[in-house]
């Protein structure tokens, strides 16, 4: 059943908050040098698929350069996918025009990575929060001004200081302006692209309380896409782990990291610090790769991890594995080879 609220939203019953279907995001580039020909297309983003709940976290990680970014703008509709279907609450928003994408801008948003560059600096924080009160019209007339108060008040800051500029603010503070203006559309899910990389870690932390806080007070839903796997440990339910625009390995935060299944995966926790070490304890077994990460303009046949895999066989490099759930473990996992870690590689203390 396909109901439609007055702001212009249509919702389907028993849908989920987001999907994702087969989503592409195909960049087109010219070659490189003197020499260089034709056109070329960068696959930042081929074929992911995920879905998130009301109220769920769910965390992306996986190496720089490898899609987390461009999935991110893809799920708030800052890009156009080349293919694929992008689902929010049942009605597919991937090609939909922007006169009638508006009313679901407000309710999926995005914390940006740099909190120095994605303030504008020649605006106000009253200015930059109010944006989208006056925006979606959220507020009755003259009411912007405490609204905005409160919404610096809820992440932390001085309602005072609505007047002043990006600048007089620590790199903390900015986040938490970012924040703020998240929360000004009253959004159900919020997609948090490495909201905490550029902070000192003890502004980290504060930081990941507030969201913490945030995602139990009012019950949003987070993409997290993150680096630091322990702060993704922490907060989120659900990991999802991407390499060279695709996804290898998801399911549950704990299954994911006690027994992975996939071989990046497995590589991936393993160059987890573990702090038992300076205690005495013996360190885990760390996987290390060889070789770079393949260019996404030509990636490899098959398999993509197949050029940095312990385990690749003849069959990797001919049949692409399909994203499934294997007879152990409690992940899907893109792997012919797909099993367990023999000994623990993940640390005590992530």
Same mark, same amino acid.
């Given at each position: 059943m396909t109901t439609t609220d007055k702001s212009g939203i249509k919702r389907v019953a028993g849908a989920p908050l987001l999907e994702l279907n087969d989503v592409k995001m195909h960049f087109r580039t010219k070659g490189e040098g003197l020499l260089a020909r034709g056109t070329k297309w960068v696959q930042a983003v081929d074929g992911v698929s995920l879905t998130v709940q009301p109220g769920e976290t769910l965390g992306l990680v996986g190496e720089s350069g490898c899609g987390k970014s461009t999935t991110a703008r893809l799920i708030t509709r800052l890009l156009e996918p080349t293919a694929g279907e992008i689902k929010y609450e049942g009605v597919d928003i991937a090609h939909m025009s922007e006169r009638k994408l508006r009313p679901y801008r407000r309710e999926i948003q995005l914390i940006f990575q740099d909190p120095y560059s994605s303030l504008n600096p020649r605006h106000t924080v009253g200015t930059i929060v109010g944006t989208a009160l006056r925006t979606h019209g959220m507020v009755p007339k003259g009411g912007e001004l405490k609204r905005v108060q409160e919404l610096l008040e809820v992440v932390g800051l001085n309602p005072e200081h609505y007047n002043r500029y990006p600048h007089e603010f620590s790199g903390g503070q900015r986040q938490r302006i970012g924040i703020a203006r998240a929360l000004a559309a009253r959004p159900k899910i919020i997609v /948090? @692209?490495?909201p905490v990389s550029a902070l000192d870690v003890s502004i980290q932390a504060q930081v990941m309380n507030l969201l913490e806080n945030l995602r139990k007070e009012l019950g949003i839903a987070f993409v997290f896409i993150a680096h630091d796997l322990g702060v993704v440990r922490h907060f989120c339910d659900r990991v999802a782990v991407m390499y =060279?625009?695709?996804?290898? !390995? !998801?399911?549950?935060? @704990? /299954? =994911?990291?006690?027994?992975?299944?996939? #071989?990046?995966?497995?590589a991936l926790l393993s160059a987890v610090p573990d702090i038992g070490v300076v205690r005495g304890v013996p360190p885990k077994h760390r996987i290390r790769l060889v070789g770079?990460?393949?260019? #996404?303009?030509? #990636? #490899?046949?098959?398999?993509?991890?197949?050029?940095?895999?312990?385990? /690749? !066989?003849e069959i990797c490099a001919t049949s692409d594995p399909a994203l499934e759930r294997k007879p152990v473990g409690d992940t899907v996992v893109a792997c012919h080879f797909a099993e367990p870690p023999v000994e623990s590689i993940v640390a005590e203390a992530v």
């Open positions: /948090a @692209d490495e =060279l625009g695709r996804m290898v !390995e !998801e399911g549950p935060r @704990d /299954a =994911l990291y006690e027994t992975p299944q996939h #071989p990046y995966t497995q770079d990460v393949p260019s #996404p303009v030509d #990636p #490899p046949s098959g398999c993509r991890f197949r050029t940095r895999c312990w385990k /690749a !066989e």
